[in-house]
């Protein structure tokens, strides 16, 4: 059976699952903040929840949903608890990739309709020494969010031969009964993401768990059987990075929620105001400030509807829209990152005290925001260069 688009009718069902597990998130965040990892039981209700199965095609039996549905929930997800948000994108985003792969990788990993859950990172790649049938693996990968849920790690490497000469580049899949997890996440936020370092020591991985890249990521060869549905064409980093900006909407959207509901109660000291909401000025930033992350939103499912309609089409998008996405990615993020540091204004020094909930919220948006993805810097310039014919741009074509 061939799969031309959405899903759409599975996409509402899985928005409203994300929107009705917010309490609980809300209520467990603390604790995964003092575990620094997800709790086992709310994993398990992702699982039954069926949000894995978003990543997957529906060749596999998957949803086949598309990356706008994948970044409402997990803005639905990150309202509730921006580390759940945040796990949630990487897992469906690194298994994304897996199912890209050749015919033998996709068979092994998604088999009789199981639903894998796949960790991973990419710098600094690893190595994979070719030997007969497969690859001797050694690596270190940090920031693996997930990991300690993950059945699966896939890892940046390079391929070398026997004299150590560079032959290739891609990704290789490794289950994570064969790794070490190394405890490395002590951050200020994003404290429950479990994002560890995961550690390969002379693995031995046969040839059919290997994903080439050097001839472009998601590239499909002549007389593949396992392609043909829209994810099978979406461009590969401005998924990742959209999608990745649904949990940073959402914990943006959870901060204003909660300092709005404290301004009906708290004063402004050394003044006449007994309500923070009854200042004129207080009124008029709160409506800037809720205007800047609507903006932000929609400069999101901008990005999400080019990548949907690339992959429903199988058109790429062209370099011109890949760095449009990446600039526009980056006013998102400035954006959201400047509307927490205004709320934190209206919220007073005494939001940031550890045991409220507003201080570990704008923590873990300060600190998703500064993923290596959504630098703004970095994405005005490439944009910049896009758009005054600059070449060569600053990164290559696929991380655009």
Not at 275 to 281: D, L, R, Y
């Amino acid at each position: 059976m061939k799969f031309t688009d959405y899903n759409l009718a599975a996409e509402k069902e899985l928005i409203g699952r994300a929107r009705e597990l917010q309490p609980l998130l809300r209520s467990k965040g603390p604790e995964f903040d003092a575990n620094r990892r997800i709790s086992a039981d709310v994993f398990r209700e992702l699982t039954d929840a069926g949000f894995w199965k978003m990543a997957s095609p529906r060749r596999w039996d998957g949803y086949g949903t598309s990356a706008s549905a994948m970044a409402r929930v997990g803005a639905e997800l990150g309202k509730g608890d921006a580390s759940v948000g945040w796990v949630y994108t990487v897992l469906h985003g690194t298994t994304w990739i897996a199912s890209l792969g050749p015919d033998e990788l996709q068979e092994e990993i998604f088999a009789n309709g199981h639903h894998p859950t796949i960790c991973g990172a990419a710098t600094p790649p690893g190595t994979a020494r070719l030997v007969e049938g497969g690859y001797i693996v050694n690596g270190r990968w940090a920031y693996c969010s997930g990991s300690r849920h993950a059945e699966w790690g896939g890892f940046a490497v390079k391929v070398l031969n026997d004299k150590d000469e560079q032959v290739g580049f891609g990704n290789i899949y490794i289950p994570m009964a064969d790794m070490a997890i190394e405890d490395t996440w002590f951050m200020v936020g994003m404290k429950g993401t479990g994002s560890e370092t995961c550690v390969v020591k002379d693995v031995f991985v046969p040839k059919n768990r290997f994903m080439d890249f050097t001839k472009g990521i998601g590239n499909h060869p002549d007389g593949k059987k396992y392609v043909g549905e829209p994810s099978d064409y979406w461009p590969f980093m401005p998924f990742l990075r959209a999608t990745a900006h649904g949990m940073v909407i959402g914990a943006a959207q959870a901060l204003f929620e909660e300092v709005t509901r404290a301004s009906h109660n708290r004063p402004i000291v050394y003044t006449t105001y007994a309500k923070q909401s009854e200042s004129a000025v207080v009124q008029a930033e709160f409506g800037r400030i809720a205007a800047s992350v609507e903006a932000a939103r929609l400069l999101v499912e901008k990005s999400c509807g080019l990548i949907d309609v690339s992959g429903a089409t199988r058109v790429p998008m062209t370099p011109q829209e890949r760095a449009m996405s990446k600039g526009e990615g980056s006013f998102t993020i400035d954006l959201l990152a400047k509307a927490g540091h205004d709320l934190m204004f209206l919220a007073g020094s005494g939001a940031f005290s550890d045991e409220k909930a507003v201080s570990r919220i704008w923590r873990d948006l300060n600190v998703g925001a500064r993923h290596t993805a959504n630098l703004p810097y970095v994405g005005y310039e490439i944009f910049g260069k896009s758009l005054l014919g600059v070449e060569p741009n600053i990164s290559a074509p696929d991380f655009i």
